[in-house]
């Protein structure tokens, strides 16, 4: 796992490159490379955090053995293994890493027959020196992170961070995208950010230089597998469960200490059930809330076996908010639950552990139909159920609206728009600004099309969410899964009408901060009524508050001109 930048120039400063180097530091503090060329005007910057094969020998940019192309590349490739074994007769690797059988994949079957073999997560840049083509990559659910941006005299950018681009130019607010945000709490949902100009690559898609020009597709393979409807719901099952134990398993693959996120839900409970057996101590983190009412610490504690290694990370409302407010020294964009910056906090401590990998349960929920609201599913707009109708009224209408037609086509929305991707951005920032390295396994290529191409049936039904998860734990630990999971929600409405009213009132009315209320006049403005409803026993629209505090935390801690 690494930090990627790419210039479409040569012209960079010595300032800015050191400005550059400093903001991919947390992400790669193993390593640094550097690579430039004049004749076709390409800089290339890399900073390693080593998982696989540590050696020196592994950093990048990593040139092909024919010296014709290079690569610079963030993520892990899972089937390293299978991969290389299609290598054999071909090349002689020379180091253990996946980066080489990566580029030398490319090198010889091409990029897209290559893109669709890996089970992995990244983002690349892959440059051709011999035919002066450039290709930016990024994996099938946008994992890992990459944006790009078009300077006026550095050309085309990428990165793995925004704040790199803006140490090399003044960035200006995106205010439709922040409108979006705070009427709707749309997020990531679209290939722009919060910062006009500055897009990300959309998952599954590549971007392309060839003969000066850059073009933009789509390298997805169709999750379909034919073979699967034939068979019975019994005989997916036990393939399921199969295919999930050599996920589980093959996400352990490093050179270096691995933790696993555990709470007492089937997704990270399913996980350490698979490596149990395999792994003779398990280092476990789970998070926990003072109010006892609010934690299942108990649960998490009552499923482990001797010998486990849980660290309950407990947290107050005071902590908390305190969390949120210098959260931005992590997160370069506003976030959609407090619960973001409460794992920065915890990436933080499993820094401290000496720890570089973490498995996390992320995306099961979309993978395998989790939502609640599947189970209810009607076809409406998703955008008018976001948020107090009277907020829709006085501000605006969203400018792309979703209108799924089926279940299905509502489940595809949550992970290439709605979901998915905000909380991959949430989670990728929160572990790599502390050095780890998170992996999410249920995004795995063979699960995806394994789960894709059953009958919905299968995952949900009017009891249950997730059904086949379920049946999976219950054969691997006898245990009751179908039996509703605690509800670790941080308690936001309390704590807003309790412990966070005064630092809400003070951070809305402070005379030195950039109101949000100046730059869209509403009157009454929306804000003023859910303010005052916290004071009383009315329902109160605390994710609307939530969003307009922590936009006004997030845009007090930009420069914007």
Same mark, same amino acid.
């Given at each position: 796992?690494?930090?990627?930048?790419?210039?479409?120039?040569? !012209?960079?400063?010595?300032?800015?490159?050191?400005?550059?180097?400093?903001?991919?530091?947390?992400?790669?503090?193993?390593?640094?490379?550097?690579?430039?060329?004049?004749?076709?005007?390409?800089?290339?910057?890399?900073?390693?955090?080593?998982?696989?094969?540590?050696?020196?020998?592994?950093?990048?940019?990593?040139?092909?053995?024919?010296?014709?192309?290079?690569?610079?590349?963030?993520?892990?490739?899972?089937?390293?293994?299978?991969?290389?074994?299609?290598?054999?007769?071909? =090349?002689? !690797?020379?180091?253990? @890493?996946?980066?080489?059988?990566?580029?030398?994949?490319?090198?010889?079957?091409?990029?897209?027959?290559?893109?669709?073999?890996?089970?992995?997560?990244?983002?690349?840049?892959?440059?051709? !020196?011999?035919?002066?083509?450039?290709?930016?990559?990024?994996?099938?659910?946008?994992?890992?992170?990459?944006?790009?941006?078009?300077?006026?005299?550095?050309?085309?950018?990428?990165?793995?961070?925004?704040?790199?681009?803006?140490?090399?130019?003044?960035?200006?607010?995106?205010?439709?995208?922040?409108?979006?945000?705070?009427?709707?709490?749309?997020?990531?949902?679209? +290939?722009?950010?919060?910062?006009?100009?500055?897009?990300?690559?959309?998952?599954? @898609?590549?971007?392309?230089?060839?003969?000066?020009?850059?073009?933009?597709?789509?390298?997805?393979?169709?999750?379909?597998?034919?073979?699967?409807?034939?068979?019975?719901?019994?005989?997916?099952?036990?393939?399921?469960?199969?295919?999930?134990?050599?996920?589980?398993?093959?996400?352990?693959?490093?050179?270096?200490?691995?933790?696993?996120?555990?709470? @007492?839900?089937?997704?990270?409970?399913?996980?350490?059930?698979?490596?149990?057996?395999?792994?003779?101590?398990?280092?476990?983190?789970?998070? @926990?809330?003072?109010?006892?009412?609010?934690?299942? %610490?108990?649960? =998490?504690?009552?499923?482990?076996?001797?010998?486990?290694?849980?660290?309950?990370?407990?947290?107050?409302?005071?902590? =908390?908010?305190?969390?949120?407010?210098?959260?931005?020294?992590?997160?370069?964009?506003?976030?959609?639950?407090?619960?973001?910056?409460?794992?920065?906090?915890?990436?933080?401590?499993?820094?401290?552990?000496?720890?570089?990998? =973490?498995?996390?349960?992320?995306?099961?929920?979309?993978?395998?139909?989790?939502?609640?609201?599947?189970?209810?599913?009607? *076809?409406?707009?998703?955008?008018?159920?976001?948020?107090?109708?009277?907020?829709?009224?006085?501000? /605006?209408?969203?400018?792309?609206?979703?209108?799924?037609?089926?279940?299905?086509?509502?489940?595809?929305?949550?992970?290439? /728009?709605?979901?998915?991707?905000?909380?991959?951005?949430?989670?990728?920032?929160? *572990?790599?600004?502390?050095?780890?390295?998170?992996?999410?396994?249920?995004?795995?290529? +063979?699960?995806?099309?394994?789960?894709?191409?059953?009958?919905?049936?299968?995952?949900?039904?009017?009891?249950?969410?997730?059904?086949?998860?379920?049946?999976?734990?219950?054969?691997?630990?006898?245990?009751?899964?179908?039996?509703?999971?605690?509800?670790?929600?941080?308690?936001?409405?309390?704590?807003?009408?309790?412990?966070?009213?005064?630092?809400?009132?003070?951070?809305?009315? +402070?005379?030195?901060?950039? %109101?949000?209320?100046?730059?869209?006049?509403?009157?009454?403005?929306?804000?003023?009524?859910?303010?005052?409803?916290?004071?009383?026993?009315?329902?109160?629209?605390?994710?609307?508050?939530?969003?307009?505090?922590?936009?006004? !935390?997030?845009?007090?801690?930009?420069?914007?001109?």
């Amino acid at each position: 796992m690494c930090g990627l930048f790419f210039s479409e120039s040569t !012209l960079l400063t010595s300032r800015q490159m050191i400005a550059v180097k400093n903001h991919l530091k947390h992400r790669g503090p193993d390593g640094e490379g550097y690579f430039e060329d004049e004749s076709i005007g390409i800089t290339a910057i890399h900073s390693r955090l080593a998982i696989q094969d540590i050696d020196s020998r592994s950093n990048q940019p990593f040139f092909s053995q024919d010296g014709k192309s290079f690569i610079i590349y963030n993520g892990e490739i899972f089937n390293k293994v299978e991969l290389s074994q299609s290598l054999r007769d071909k =090349v002689e !690797l020379h180091t253990t @890493s996946d980066t080489e059988v990566l580029i030398e994949m490319i090198r010889i079957f091409g990029l897209d027959v290559t893109l669709n073999r890996i089970n992995g997560m990244f983002a690349l840049i892959y440059v051709d !020196l011999h035919e002066n083509t450039i290709v930016a990559a990024r994996d099938q659910f946008g994992i890992k992170p990459l944006y790009f941006y078009v300077h006026p005299s550095l050309g085309m950018l990428f990165s793995s961070e925004i704040e790199t681009l803006q140490s090399l130019t003044n960035l200006t607010l995106n205010h439709p995208i922040l409108r979006e945000f705070i009427y709707f709490g749309l997020v990531d949902h679209s +290939d722009e950010t919060f910062y006009e100009n500055v897009m990300r690559l959309r998952a599954g @898609s590549l971007m392309e230089r060839r003969d000066g020009k850059w073009t933009n597709r789509n390298w997805l393979f169709d999750p379909i597998d034919k073979t699967l409807p034939k068979l019975k719901y019994a005989d997916y099952l036990d393939k399921l469960d199969y295919l999930l134990g050599d996920v589980m398993r093959s996400s352990t693959i490093a050179d270096c200490s691995i933790a696993l996120n555990l709470s @007492s839900g089937v997704d990270s409970q399913l996980i350490y059930r698979y490596l149990a057996p395999f792994q003779s101590q398990m280092q476990l983190h789970t998070v @926990s809330w003072e109010d006892s009412q609010y934690s299942e %610490s108990g649960l =998490v504690k009552n499923s482990l076996r001797a010998g486990d290694l849980l660290q309950e990370h407990i947290f107050t409302a005071r902590q =908390v908010w305190e969390l949120v407010q210098k959260s931005f020294e992590i997160q370069n964009e506003p976030y959609t639950s407090p619960f973001v910056a409460v794992w920065g906090e915890v990436y933080r401590r499993i820094h401290d552990t000496g720890v570089k990998v =973490v498995l996390d349960g992320s995306g099961a929920d979309e993978i395998f139909f989790g939502y609640s609201k599947y189970q209810s599913w009607t *076809s409406q707009e998703f955008w008018r159920f976001n948020i107090d109708g009277s907020y829709n009224e006085i501000a /605006f209408e969203p400018r792309i609206r979703y209108s799924p037609k089926s279940l299905l086509e509502s489940n595809i929305l949550d992970i290439k /728009f709605l979901k998915l991707p905000r909380s991959l951005r949430f989670i990728d920032k929160a *572990s790599m600004a502390n050095s780890v390295e998170t992996r999410v396994p249920y995004l795995s290529r +063979d699960i995806w099309v394994t789960a894709r191409s059953v009958p919905v049936e299968w995952h949900i039904d009017s009891n249950h969410t997730k059904k086949s998860l379920r049946a999976c734990l219950q054969k691997n630990s006898g245990s009751n899964p179908f039996a509703s999971k605690w509800n670790t929600q941080i308690p936001l409405q309390e704590w807003m009408k309790t412990s966070w009213r005064d630092p809400l009132n003070a951070l809305f009315s +402070d005379p030195n901060k950039i %109101s949000l209320l100046d730059i869209w006049q509403y009157e009454p403005h929306p804000l003023t009524k859910a303010l005052a409803q916290l004071d009383t026993n009315a329902k109160t629209n605390t994710n609307f508050v939530w969003r307009m505090a922590i936009a006004t !935390l997030w845009i007090n801690s930009k420069i914007f001109l």
